[in-house]
């Protein structure tokens, strides 16, 4: 099976998470009968301090043409905010990717990480967020900047929001969940009205899954008061990213959570959640967990392959108990020269 992946390496750990990626599929076509091409794609911070543009149009193109793009993460410290950024928007607007899946699972070996109590973990955290990711404030529609005045306009279309809905309820179907939450600001946004009246007319056709719905306030504690109750969680576009944050938080760190900008059948592109990290770039110990997590999900949601899946989740937890990054040390563990052996090596 030849797989043509675009490489979008990025800026800052970017580059060095998804080093990690590519390590985990040369490891499966070693045992498969997967060939991956690797296309260079790059995009970014410092490609737009070198060519004056975030995402050049070759790039774009050849991304276009791929199976699937892995992408590491963009953003310069240096530069104008959002400058390096809007290459992300411009790949969920252009490719149309309206899916934002975000599987937040708690490792057995990582539950010292847990901020939460024994008595609270004991059930597990298994949740995945499911963002809607071209609409929204982030649509960037109908901006205006004035010296005195900047208004960012929220849109959501029925189209966008009925499609999005529709996906999360088949996945919940499809995951056997018991329960779906849908999280918006109903109370207050005109947007979140529209979009959860939509959500209750899609829902008549899924009876056997319960309905939930909660206000983006009060669902951003009951992420931390009760995740392992939490299964399938539908929100919009801004919502979708901060609570993805806190719940990364949950499972150990941020470097965990992986991530699939999807557009079901067509090119999708696989992320860790987490950005550049400036903070500890350079210094090989970012946490590459997320990024070959992205890679199970690339196998799994754009290749249809859940065994191969299941086996790179193995190799993960596998590989926690031989050792860890930084971020995901245990508590009291002093044994420093375990830090830099969480990568491929453990997982054959
Ligand atoms: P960040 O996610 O880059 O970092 C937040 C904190 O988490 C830092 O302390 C960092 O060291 C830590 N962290 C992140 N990933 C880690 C990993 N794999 N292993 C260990 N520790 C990890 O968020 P921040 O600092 O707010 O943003 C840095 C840059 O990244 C900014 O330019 C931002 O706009 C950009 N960004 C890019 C994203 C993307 O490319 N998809 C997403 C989020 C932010
Ligand atoms: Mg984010």
């Known amino acids: 099976m030849k797989k043509k992946i675009a490489l979008a390496r990025g800026d800052g750990i970017g580059p060095e998470v998804v080093a990690e990626g590519i390590k985990i599929m040369k490891t499966l076509q070693k045992y498969s009968d997967y060939q991956f091409e690797f296309v260079e794609t790059p995009l970014g911070g410092q490609v737009l301090i070198d060519t004056g543009t975030n995402l050049p149009q070759k790039s774009f193109d050849q991304m276009k043409k791929c199976d699937a793009i892995l992408f590491g993460a963009i953003g310069l410290p240096n530069l104008p905010l959002g400058a390096a950024e809007s290459a992300i928007s411009k790949l969920r607007q252009g490719l149309d990717l309206y899916v934002n899946l975000r599987p937040i699972k708690l490792y057995e070996s990582l539950r010292d990480k847990c901020p939460l109590k024994e008595e609270y973990i004991q059930n597990g955290i298994d949740m995945t967020i499911i963002r809607e990711n071209t609409e929204g404030l982030y649509a960037k529609i109908g901006t205006e900047v004035s010296d005195n005045k900047v208004i960012n306009k929220m849109i959501y279309t029925r189209n966008s929001v009925e499609r999005i809905i529709k996906y999360a309820f088949e996945y919940a179907k499809k995951k056997g969940n018991s329960e779906i939450i849908s999280v918006d600001k109903a109370n207050l946004l005109e947007c979140s009205q529209f979009w959860r009246e939509i959500y209750l007319e899609i829902g008549k056709k899924y009876q056997d899954i319960k309905q939930t719905n909660f206000y983006i306030d009060a669902f951003c504690q009951w992420l931390i008061r009760r995740p392992y109750s939490v299964q399938t969680v539908v929100t919009e576009n801004m919502f979708g990213d901060i609570i993805s944050d806190e719940a990364a938080y949950l499972i150990g760190s941020l470097g965990m959570a992986a991530s699939g900008n999807i557009n079901p059948g067509k090119v999708s592109m696989y ?47 596998l590989s926690l108990e031989q050792g860890r990054t930084i971020d995901i040390l245990p508590k009291n563990d002093l044994n420093q020269g375990k830090l830099k052996t969480l990568t491929t090596n453990g997982m054959g």
């Open 271 to 317: 992320e860790p959640i987490h950005g550049s990290a400036p903070d500890i770039a350079g210094k090989d110990i970012a946490n590459p967990i997320g990024t070959i997590l992205s890679v199970k999900l690339m196998i799994e949601e754009s290749f249809g392959e859940k065994f191969y899946g299941d086996l790179i989740e193995n190799a993960v937890e």
